[in-house]
C-alpha cells in the first residue's frame, strides 16, 4: 500500500460512522472526525514510445512530478519507460499486446494494485468481444475499480 504523509485532511465522519476504509481513516474518538489520507494517482496507457512518441509529454511529466502511485494499463513498446516511470512514483503495470516479449514476463498481463485500501484491477484490455470498458470490468468482478488500456479496435 502508497501512503503520502503530505497530504491529510479532516472530514465530517457523521458521528464516527462514515463508510470509509479502515486503512485510509483515523477516527478521532467523539469528535466527529475522520483524518483521511490522499492519494495522488497517475492513469496512462498506450505510451507506445520509443514507435509512436519520442519521450512522455510534458503535462504527462508534471502530474507524474506529484504522484504517489502511477497506474500503467499496457503498450509500453519498451521497457525504459518503465524506470522512467519508476523514478517518479511507485508503478502498477500490465502488458498490453503491443509490448515484446520481456515485458509481458515482467508484468503479465493481469494485475491487482492495493491503493489505500482499495483493489484496482489493472488489464489492457485488447480482444474482439464488447468494448474495451466491458472487458475490463468483466476481467475483475467484484473488485473496486477496473483500469483498461487500448481504446483501438481491429477490424
Known amino acids: 500500500m502508497i501512503f503520502s504523509g503530505r497530504r491529510r485532511g479532516l472530514i465530517p465522519c457523521n458521528g464516527g460512522r462514515r463508510n470509509l476504509n479502515k486503512a485510509t481513516e483515523y477516527k478521532f474518538q467523539g469528535s466527529g ?5 490522499f492519494l495522488r494517482v497517475v492513469i496512462v496507457s498506450d505510451t507506445h514510445i520509443p514507435k509512436r512518441a519520442k519521450r ?13 502511485a502511477i497506474l500503467h494499463a499496457g503498450d509500453w513498446v519498451d521497457e525504459s519507460v518503465i524506470e522512467e516511470l519508476e ?10 499486446n503491443c509490448d515484446p516479449p520481456e515485458i509481458r514476463r515482467r508484468l503479465g498481463e ?5 491503493l489505500g485500501g482499495y483493489r484496482i484491477g489493472l488489464v489492457h484490455g485488447e480482444g474482439r468481444k464488447g468494448t474495451t470498458l466491458e472487458r475490463a470490468m468483466a476481467a475483475f468482478v467484484g473488485y473496486t475499480d ?4 487500448t481504446f483501438s479496435r481491429s477490424k
Open 146 to 149: 477496473s483500469v483498461g488500456g
Open 87 to 96: 523514478a517518479y512514483a511507485p508503478v502498477y503495470g500490465v502488458a498490453g
Open 110 to 114: 493481469k494485475r491487482i494494485a492495493r
Open 56 to 68: 512522455l509529454p510534458s503535462a504527462l511529466i508534471r502530474g507524474l512530478e506529484r504522484a504517489d
Open 33 to 37: 472526525f475522520c483524518e483521511v489520507i
